[in-house]
């Protein structure tokens, strides 16, 4: 039973000889060459134990270098390609601004200009609105300060035109804050700034009075001649009570009924309209004032002769050309030639 088991082991011994023994000639065959081409005949009389294992060595190494991995020769490969591209996509941008990055660029530049544009619109209207509001709030202050002025007007002049300036006093806010609201200026339209100089000289006489108050004649202020001192400021103009009447009332086409609605504080001056004036009652109301001073005794007689007239007719002849043909167009009935014109005197006191 021995016996064969032992020629078993004989016959795979014999087996396995041969195939560790090709190797090894392989190996040695690689490393000799190797060994006499890297390091010369000085290995030749070396050792043969360094021999072998120096060229051994040198060998692994080659085999590391020459023998490169097949993804890392295809990553290099692929990486070679992008580094080509890159440079043509370069050269192409360089000859072609509007393509690729440039186009996409020039649209986000776009997009941007456009969203710009519109915040500038939007910040132009939110300041167009606000300039509306802020004109829309002075008109209505203006409005109600005017209102209020006329209502005080009215309830503190009498029909007659007797001022009670104690009363405007006590309510100076009222006045001035009317003063205040319409300093701007006169609005657009020929009727409408008529109107409104007629009402700021007056206004101003009343204010000159009640700032000096007591007082007993407007001629006992500024050495008799306060019309022509420079006091009144509207707009960017520093005027005087003459400057409004003769430079903004009187200019250009004259119109003489003006003096029967401007007032000087004085007994013997045309009274003092009760009512602001305004574009739509201007006209009318110059007629009226004109009419009734004509025809009111206490400034006119001329239902005899000779006739009897307001020291106004002889001042500003001028103004009215035929004084005759004024006082008979304006009369009420019949009326006799009036031979002689006297002028009667003028009483400065107070209209209180």
């Not at 007659?160 to 009317?178: A, H, M, W």
């Amino acid at each position: 039973m021995k016996f064969p088991f032992i020629l078993a082991i004989v016959s795979l011994l014999v087996s396995c000889g041969p195939t560790e023994n090709t190797a090894n000639e392989a190996v040695e065959s690689r490393v000799e060459p190797i060994a006499t081409t890297e390091l010369g005949s000085d290995i030749s009389a070396a050792e043969p134990d360094a021999m072998k294992v120096l060229p051994v060595e040198q060998a692994e190494t080659d085999a590391t270098t020459d023998e490169a991995d097949p993804a890392e020769v295809q990553t290099s490969t692929q990486n070679s390609g992008r580094l080509e591209d890159s440079e043509e996509f370069a050269k192409t941008k360089a000859s072609n601004p509007t393509s690729g990055g440039a186009e996409a660029e020039n649209e986000i530049d776009t997009g941007v200009s456009a969203i710009t544009q519109q915040e500038s619109d939007a910040i132009q209207t939110e300041i167009a609105n606000a300039q509306d509001v802020e004109i829309q709030a002075e008109a209505d202050m203006s409005q109600r300060a005017t209102e209020a002025w006329g209502q005080l007007l009215s309830s503190a002049v009498s029909e007659s035109g007797k001022v009670n300036y104690t009363r405007i006093l006590e309510e100076r806010n009222t006045l001035d804050q009317f003063l205040a609201a319409t300093s701007g200026g006169p609005p657009s339209g020929s009727l409408a700034a008529r109107a409104y100089w007629i009402n700021q000289y007056n206004a101003y006489t009343i204010k000159l009075i009640i700032d000096n108050w007591p007082v007993r004649s407007i001629k006992d202020l500024q050495d008799g001649n306060p019309w022509d001192v420079q006091w009144i400021t509207i707009g960017e103009q520093t005027l005087s009570l003459n400057q409004i009447e003769f430079e903004q009332l009187r200019p250009g086409e004259e119109d003489v009924r003006i003096h029967f609605a401007v007032n000087c504080a004085a007994a013997s001056c045309p009274p003092l309209h009760n009512e602001l004036f305004t574009a739509d009652n201007t006209n009318s109301k110059l007629e009226s004032l004109a009419v009734s001073f004509v025809n009111n005794p206490r400034y006119n007689v001329v239902d005899k002769t000779p006739w009897q007239l307001s020291s106004i007719f002889d001042w500003y002849g001028e103004d009215f050309r035929d004084v005759e043909f004024f006082i008979m167009d304006k009369v009420r009935g019949e009326l006799d030639a009036p031979g002689e014109i006297e002028f009667l005197e003028y009483d400065w006191s107070l209209n209180d």
